[in-house]
């Protein structure tokens, strides 16, 4: 220690100094972070009506995310409740929406609002940020909806020993307006999404496949995603609902309604189908595609096969 240089020294001074200063810094980024965790969230849309004011008081719990909304969006005023999970919807020429959310709650009939069966009773209604039953929610006309929020219940650990979660975990939120709106382009793509929401489970498209045991098995059950429905004489129909708006090919070529008639279902290799996103054919321009697509895949050798040869099925009696 004596026969340090003063070099020496200083060099350990600095040290010390250095890891004292560490630990100050250390200590004043977690005093920080406490504080700015017991702070309200920042209001990212102003609480300018009785709806937006329900959304940003469920918001400030930590434990409830906007995966829905539909607002007008004021020049360098509003901004996206929540960038990541707000929808936007897409222009009438584009070709698909920012996000997807999912669920979706809510669609639209005969220019009415619907609630959709499929999360009828997990779900709360609010509209003028009163609570409501679905009934009113159906009978707001599409043109009385000004805003309008759809929630879903979130876990956050950090607060999981002092909140009791709700058994409903979705809400409607709809601010309305007294005076019809006129319709814009974006209100439009609006509607195209709801309207489709009220057609089918699978906005966002979807696509199965089917081996000819499990396309008997979802016929038997009337399984409306094979597209096809088996006839008494055991060959297939393109169901009714789908036959005007699907996409058909046999082999790799294109065919009719008509054609699949012809196909036995002992027949069946492969049945591909799929529902296209509504984006797609919720529109009326030129670049409308079908919603439906029929693939079939066929082995015709097992049409003239003999009764040596068993397939064995629960859902077919014919002889295979």
Not at 195 to 209: E, H, P, Q, V, W
Not at 226 to 238: A, F, H, I, P, Q
Not at 272 to 278: D, F, I, K, L, V
């Amino acid at each position: 220690m004596i026969n340090r240089t003063q070099s020496e020294r200083w060099s350990e001074a600095w040290r010390y100094g250095l890891f004292i200063g560490l630990g100050i810094l250390s200590f004043w980024a977690c005093q920080r972070t406490d504080n700015d965790q017991n702070k309200p969230l920042k209001n990212a849309i102003p609480a300018t009506n009785p709806t937006r004011g329900l959304v940003v008081e469920l918001e400030q719990t930590k434990h409830w995310s906007t995966i829905f909304t539909f607002y007008k969006v004021k020049p360098a005023a509003d901004k996206l409740l929540n960038q990541l999970t707000t929808t936007v919807a897409p222009s009438l020429n584009s070709s698909k929406p920012v996000n997807q959310p999912e669920p979706v709650v809510v669609g639209m009939k005969d220019n009415h609002l619907l609630v959709l069966p499929k999360h009828e009773f997990d779900t709360r209604y609010f509209i003028n940020g009163k609570e409501a039953g679905k009934e009113a929610v159906n009978r707001l006309a599409y043109n009385q909806v000004k805003e309008l929020f759809v929630m879903q219940q979130i876990e956050n650990p950090d607060l999981s020993d002092k909140y009791k979660a709700d058994p409903q975990s979705f809400r409607l939120l709809i601010e309305t307006s007294e005076n019809a709106l006129p319709s814009t382009h974006e209100r439009q793509a609006y509607a195209n999404m709801l309207t489709a929401a009220a057609l089918t489970d699978n906005i966002y498209g979807k696509s199965f496949m089917y081996t000819m045991n499990s396309l008997l098995e979802a016929m038997f059950f009337h399984n409306k995603k094979t597209l096809v429905e088996r006839r008494k004489d055991d060959y297939l129909k393109v169901l009714d609902e789908a036959k005007s708006d699907v996409y058909i090919t046999i082999n790799g070529l294109e065919a009719t309604p008509n054609d699949v008639e012809t196909v036995h279902v002992r027949e069946v290799l492969r049945v591909y189908t799929r529902e296209q996103p509504y984006y797609d054919w919720m529109r009326a321009d030129e670049s409308r595609i079908p919603r439906f697509e029929l693939h079939i895949q066929t082995e015709p050798k097992r049409a003239q096969r003999d009764s040596s040869y068993y397939v064995f099925s629960p859902f077919y009696q014919g002889d295979f």
